[in-house]
Every structure is written in structure tokens, then in C-alpha cells.
């Protein structure tokens, strides 16, 4: 019995060795110098922000009417293409022979009509001398006519087989880069089923969804600032297109915006923030406890949100945020941070909860 107590006692002065250590530890660590600064609550934001996606004005699915293989892709992805340029070339070995009958047709139409011409001129001099009848002069007009028609009929026919070589040979319909090919060389094409995506590089523009609630600020024409994340660059824009229905996008509305300028390094496809100017009607209206920071004093784990703030002895306490609207690089703290409390916003050393910090 002795020995059991004997053992517990060492193994519990171990622990309380141990946690004093990490207890010293702690506090032995160098204090962490930071910057704060007070939560900037705004009743008088200037913008209204929504997120959107850079496109271009002019893009096209290319498919065709016809049924055949892949004889050719003329193209690769990234490509810079001039309109009229070939992209994809489809089997038309069927319509070289139907152009041969209708070339045909065609020579066989005009001999008829040729001949039928001399015979009615003829016989328009006879009735004229008398030495033909009324009836065999209106014969050989139907004949005449008939033959006309026929020949007509036969170079429709061929226009109709030239139309068919156009969905054959498939071209650029302006100047852009193709972005996708989805078709290669042995493959069937069939009607309707794309074959190559192409966009074009001249003009581009951004698509966003607005709120409900901001939607009446945004007007048609109206300058924008617009943030394009992946490159960290502010550029300008003008709204070209402001739609009034929300229908078939989920309540949001749809903003069309155009650039500029042309910037090579912004490709289509990348996110950006677009800041509508707020009309200053609306911005006395807004909500005097909005409480915003800036978007870098953050700090993000997994999909939690949070920041640092100056707790009792010095010390950086995480505080859990729920965030809501972006405007420009600042973002509104809609719970986890009262009016008059302050926040880090920079420090030189990495932070943790409860780590020692001075104020500079």
C-alpha cells in the first residue's frame, strides 16, 4: 500500500512539475509589439458591392448542321483566330457528289432552255407573219416557260449544296482565342453539337448579381470601380446593361458592366468586386451601427472568421466574427465586435490567443 501512495505522489509532482513549466513557458515568451486601431462604424458607405466574373462581350459555341467526321482540327486551345479563319473541317465526300448531279442538272437544264428559247423566238416571228397559229405559239410559250423554271430550279438546287459546304468548313465567326475544343479528329459531328468554344479578346465586360436591395442605386451608365482579386488591381467601368427582373436568377439581378481599357493580364473567367457609387438619397437612410475593418486585420480558419482585440494585461484574445457586405477593402462586422473596442491590425511576430502584446 505504501508503494502504490509512493508512486502517486512522484507522478503527481511530475505533472504539476510539468504544467509549471508550460506555465512558464508561456509567460516567458517575448512580448509581440502590434498596431491597433478603432472599428470604423460608417452610416455613409459610398458604395453598394456585389461580386461578379470577367467575360467577354463576344463568345460563341460553334456547331454544325451536318452529319460527318472530323477530317480536320485546325485549331488548339489559346489560340488567336481572325474571323473567317478555318477552325474545323468535316467530311463532305456525300456533298461533293451531290454538287456533281446538281452541276449536272444544271447543264442538262440549260440546254433545254436554250433550245426552248430558239423554238419560241421562232415561232414568235411566225405568228407574227401569220404562218402559225395562236394555239401552237401559246405551246411553245408553256414550253419556253417550263424550261425557264427548270433552269431556275437547277441553280437553287446547287446554292442549296454550296449552303451545305459552309456547315462543312467551319470558321471563325469574328477575330477572338479559342478557349475549348471539344471534338478531335476521327470523331462524328452531329447537328447542334458544339465543336469549338471561341471568345473574343477586343472587348471584355463583368457580369454581377445585385441584391434586391441595392438594385434601385445602380443606373444605367453609371462609372464603377472594379477589384480583380486573383491580380490585386483596381480598373473602371461603365454599367451597359441593368436587368429589371430577378425571374430566373434566384433574386438576384443581373448588371452587365463594360471596361475601359483593355488589360492584357485580365483574362475572361476571373472573379472580381464591383462597386456601385450609392446614390446620396440612400445614404442617409443607412443603419448609423454599421461597423466596418479592414479586410486584412482578418484572420480566417477553415470557415470561421475572426480577428484580434486587446484583452485585460496586454494580451491578444481571437475573436469570432460574423461578417457581411465587402465595400472595397473593408468588410462589416455584423456580430462578434462592439462599437467601441479596439482590434489589431498588424503585428511583428505571429499571434496566438493569449500571446503577451505591446501597443506601438
Given at each position: 500500500?505504501?508503494?502504490?501512495?509512493?508512486?502517486?505522489?512522484?507522478?503527481?509532482?511530475?505533472?504539476?512539475?510539468?504544467?509549471?513549466?508550460?506555465?512558464e513557458?508561456?509567460?516567458?515568451l517575448p512580448?509581440?509589439p502590434?498596431?491597433v486601431?478603432?472599428?470604423?462604424?460608417?452610416?455613409?458607405?459610398?458604395?453598394?458591392?456585389?461580386?461578379?466574373?470577367?467575360?467577354?462581350?463576344?463568345?460563341?459555341n460553334?456547331?454544325t448542321?451536318?452529319?460527318?467526321?472530323?477530317?480536320?482540327v485546325?485549331?488548339?486551345?489559346?489560340?488567336?483566330?481572325?474571323?473567317?479563319?478555318?477552325?474545323v473541317?468535316?467530311?463532305?465526300?456525300d456533298?461533293?457528289?451531290?454538287?456533281a448531279?446538281?452541276?449536272?442538272?444544271?447543264t442538262?437544264?440549260?440546254?433545254?432552255?436554250?433550245?426552248?428559247?430558239?423554238?419560241y423566238?421562232?415561232?414568235v416571228?411566225?405568228?407574227?407573219q401569220q404562218?402559225?397559229?395562236?394555239?401552237?405559239?401559246?405551246?411553245?410559250?408553256?414550253?419556253?416557260?417550263?424550261?425557264?423554271?427548270?433552269?431556275?430550279?437547277?441553280?437553287?438546287?446547287?446554292?442549296?449544296?454550296?449552303?451545305?459546304?459552309?456547315?462543312?468548313?467551319?470558321?471563325?465567326?469574328?477575330?477572338?482565342?479559342?478557349?475549348?475544343?471539344?471534338?478531335?479528329?476521327?470523331?462524328?459531328?452531329?447537328?447542334?453539337?458544339?465543336?469549338?468554344?471561341?471568345?473574343?479578346?477586343?472587348?471584355?465586360?463583368?457580369?454581377?448579381?445585385?441584391?434586391?436591395?441595392?438594385?434601385?442605386?445602380?443606373k444605367?451608365?453609371?462609372?464603377?470601380?472594379?477589384?480583380?482579386?486573383s491580380?490585386?488591381?483596381?480598373?473602371?467601368?461603365?454599367?451597359?446593361?441593368?436587368s429589371?427582373?430577378?425571374?430566373?436568377?434566384?433574386?438576384?439581378?443581373?448588371?452587365?458592366?463594360?471596361?475601359?481599357?483593355?488589360?492584357?493580364?485580365?483574362?475572361?473567367?476571373m472573379?472580381?468586386?464591383?462597386q456601385?457609387?450609392?446614390?446620396?438619397?440612400?445614404?442617409?437612410?443607412?443603419?448609423?451601427?454599421?461597423?466596418?475593418?479592414?479586410?486584412s486585420?482578418?484572420v480566417?480558419?477553415?470557415q470561421?472568421?475572426?480577428?484580434?482585440?486587446?484583452?485585460?494585461?496586454?494580451?491578444?484574445?481571437?475573436?469570432?466574427?460574423?461578417?457581411?457586405?465587402?465595400?472595397?477593402?473593408?468588410?462589416?462586422?455584423?456580430?462578434?465586435?462592439s462599437a467601441?473596442?479596439?482590434?489589431?491590425v498588424?503585428?511583428?511576430?505571429?499571434?496566438?490567443?493569449?500571446?503577451?502584446?505591446?501597443?506601438?
Amino acid at each position: 500500500m505504501k508503494k502504490i501512495l509512493t508512486i502517486l505522489t512522484i507522478s503527481s509532482l511530475i505533472l504539476t512539475s510539468c504544467g509549471s513549466d508550460k506555465k512558464e513557458n508561456i509567460t516567458d515568451l517575448p512580448t509581440i509589439p502590434v498596431k491597433v486601431a478603432g472599428n470604423s462604424g460608417n452610416s455613409n458607405s459610398p458604395y453598394v458591392t456585389a461580386s461578379g466574373k470577367i467575360e467577354s462581350e463576344n463568345s460563341a459555341n460553334l456547331s454544325t448542321r451536318m452529319m460527318g467526321y472530323v477530317t480536320k482540327v485546325n485549331v488548339k486551345v489559346g489560340q488567336n483566330v481572325s474571323a473567317g479563319q478555318l477552325l474545323v473541317s468535316i467530311n463532305n465526300t456525300d456533298l461533293q457528289a451531290k454538287k456533281a448531279q446538281v452541276d449536272a442538272s444544271i447543264t442538262q437544264a440549260t440546254a433545254a432552255y436554250n433550245n426552248a428559247k430558239k423554238d419560241y423566238d421562232r415561232f414568235v416571228n411566225l405568228f407574227a407573219q401569220q404562218s402559225a397559229s395562236q394555239k401552237e405559239l401559246d405551246d411553245m410559250t408553256a414550253r419556253y416557260e417550263m424550261a425557264k423554271a427548270g433552269l431556275e430550279a437547277a441553280k437553287q438546287m446547287r446554292n442549296e449544296v454550296m449552303a451545305q459546304f459552309s456547315y462543312s468548313n467551319i470558321t471563325a465567326p469574328f477575330s477572338g482565342t479559342v478557349t475549348n475544343t471539344f471534338v478531335k479528329e476521327g470523331d462524328m459531328a452531329s447537328p447542334g453539337m458544339p465543336l469549338v468554344s471561341i471568345e473574343g479578346t477586343s472587348r471584355l465586360q463583368v457580369t454581377a448579381m445585385v441584391s434586391e436591395s441595392d438594385i434601385s442605386n445602380v443606373k444605367n451608365g453609371m462609372p464603377v470601380k472594379i477589384n480583380v482579386k486573383s491580380l490585386n488591381k483596381e480598373v473602371t467601368g461603365k454599367v451597359s446593361e441593368v436587368s429589371l427582373s430577378a425571374k430566373n436568377t434566384g433574386g438576384q439581378y443581373l448588371v452587365k458592366v463594360t471596361l475601359d481599357k483593355i488589360d492584357k493580364e485580365i483574362l475572361s473567367g476571373m472573379f472580381v468586386n464591383v462597386q456601385f457609387p450609392m446614390a446620396k438619397k440612400e445614404t442617409t437612410t443607412l443603419k448609423s451601427d454599421v461597423i466596418l475593418v479592414p479586410e486584412s486585420a482578418l484572420v480566417k480558419q477553415g470557415q470561421l472568421t475572426g480577428i484580434y482585440t486587446i484583452g485585460s494585461g496586454n494580451v491578444a484574445i481571437l475573436r469570432w466574427l460574423r461578417i457581411g457586405k465587402i465595400f472595397g477593402n473593408q468588410v462589416e462586422v455584423l456580430s462578434g465586435l462592439s462599437a467601441d473596442e479596439q482590434y489589431i491590425v498588424s503585428a511583428e511576430g505571429k499571434l496566438f490567443n493569449g500571446a503577451k502584446v505591446s501597443v506601438q
